[in-house]
T-cell receptor, first 116, second 113 residues
Framework: NAGVMQNPRHLVRRRGQEARLRCSPM?????VYWYRQLPEEGLKFMVY????????ESGMPKERFSAEFPKEGPSILRIQQVVRGDSAAYFC??????????????FGPGTRLLVL | GENVEQHPSTLSVQEGDSAVIKCTYS??????FPWYKQELGKRPQLIID?????GEKKDQRIAVTLNKTAKHFSLHITETQPEDSAVYFC????????????FGKGNQVVVIP
């Protein structure tokens, strides 16, 4: 029973490049969440997606960031024209259900993005 | 939006003693409160959670209490062991059916052998 998978685990980009982070939820889970963690900080909510739908993107910057969760394949968090301040660990979580809240979220191992 | 605060930031305990971490939250509509343990460089792992219809939940050496009136909840670890050393995050969510979680900044727990 594979858990939440993320790749790559480490990603190095130069300023101005694009970063693509992938997340495969646990088997049977159709709800995906992305969080960002700065060093020695808590996790900050970015976006909540269900298959082919963005449910809540209130935590995601309006510029340069986008997310999708297609019918087939992993969820993708895309950061265009990366800047040094984007360097962080990006965690994906998934849950079986989402409606009504209170559904347990299971986290992936994270992608550590370093922008040079 | 929801604001979650954790105290203290760092907690050192002797092996075998108890550790208590407290969190407060701001949105009275939050109704789901999980606790995650994160070891260095690893993913956050759920250790226990509590829903608003109960005041206390226990799982072996770990317990969580919730006071909805005061808007605070606490994690209790008894008989601490060196492997309990990690950063612990509390979170709050479930506001109006939205599953997103607001996390505290974390507590570093150090268990001294």
């Amino acid at each position: 029973n594979a858990g939440v998978m993320q790749n790559p685990r480490h990603l190095v980009r130069r300023r101005g490049q694009e970063a693509r982070l992938r997340c495969s939820p646990m088997k049977g889970h159709s709800h995906v969440y992305w969080y960002r963690q700065l060093p020695e900080e808590g996790l900050k909510f970015m976006v909540y997606l269900q298959k082919e739908n963005i449910i809540d993107e209130s935590g995601m910057p309006k510029e340069r960031f986008s997310a999708e969760f297609p019918k087939e394949g992993p969820s993708i968090l895309r950061i265009q024209q990366v800047v040094r301040g984007d360097s962080a660990a990006y965690f994906c979580a998934s849950s079986l259900l989402g409606a009504g809240g209170e559904e347990t979220q299971y986290f992936g191992p994270g992608t550590r993005l370093l922008v040079l | 939006g929801e604001n979650v605060e954790q105290h203290p930031s760092t907690l050192s305990v002797q092996e075998g003693d108890s550790a208590v971490i407290k969190c407060t939250y701001s949105d009275s509509a939050s109704n789901y409160f999980p606790w995650y343990k994160q070891e260095l460089g690893k993913r956050p792992q759920l250790i226990i959670d509590i829903r608003s219809n109960v005041g206390e939940k226990k799982d072996q050496r770990i317990a969580v209490t919730l006071n909805k009136t005061a808007k605070h909840f606490s994690l209790h670890i008894t008989e601490t062991q060196p492997e309990d050393s990690a950063v612990y995050f509390c979170a709050a969510g479930g506001v109006y059916g939205n599953n997103r979680l607001a996390f505290g900044k974390g507590n570093q727990v150090v268990v001294i052998p």
